[in-house]
Structures are given as C-alpha cells and as structure tokens.
C-alpha cells in the first residue's frame, strides 16, 4: 500500500539503485536518486551503494526500513523510499 512502511533486505545493488525485498516476497527499488544525505557511488566489485561524503554504505542483505512511494500494475514495478534510519 503506497505511503505504508516494512522492513525489508537488499536483494541487489546496482549502479541505479537498491532492490529491496520485504518479508512477503515483494521486491522494490530505491532509486540511487532518492537516497538522501549524500552522492552514492555503486562499488561493483564489492557489491555495495557507498555514500561520497559520509561513507554510508549499503550492502547486499542489509536490513533497511522503506516506504512503498508507487507502483504500476500494468508494467509490474514497485518504487520505495528509504526511511531514514
């Protein structure tokens, strides 16, 4: 449900963003767009979203809280938002 918040996992890293997969099986991204706080740079090689500034680091099986901002049922897609954390 848009505007609802879950605990999920990261599911995959990529240079657009994090897929994040909630308890129910349901993936999503965040697009490295929305992450806030800093400029995000992906490290392929460790498969890992790493802040510029602040060094945050985002990690393949780390828990993060997220917020459903949209979907479309026609192409399939969910969008979230990170929660701040």
Same mark, same amino acid.
């Given at each position: @449900?848009?505007?609802?918040?879950?605990?999920?996992?990261?599911?995959? !890293?990529? #240079?657009? #963003?994090?897929?994040?997969?909630?308890?129910?099986? !349901?993936?999503?991204?965040? @697009?490295?767009?929305?992450?806030?706080?800093?400029?995000? @740079?992906?490290?392929?090689?460790?498969?890992?979203?790493? #802040?510029?500034?602040?060094?945050?680091?985002?990690?393949?099986?780390?828990?993060?809280?997220?917020?459903?901002?949209?979907?479309?049922?026609?192409?399939?897609?969910?969008?979230?938002?990170? !929660?701040?954390?």
């Amino acid at each position: @449900h848009i505007g609802e918040e879950y605990e999920g996992v990261i599911s995959g !890293v990529t #240079g657009w #963003g994090l897929y994040v997969e909630l308890p129910n099986t !349901v993936e999503g991204l965040i @697009h490295i767009s929305t992450i806030p706080g800093d400029y995000y @740079h992906y490290n392929e090689a460790a498969c890992e979203m790493v #802040g510029e500034a602040t060094g945050r680091c985002f990690k393949l099986g780390m828990p993060v809280r997220i917020e459903v901002e949209d979907c479309d049922r026609f192409m399939r897609t969910i969008n979230f938002r990170l !929660v701040d954390q």
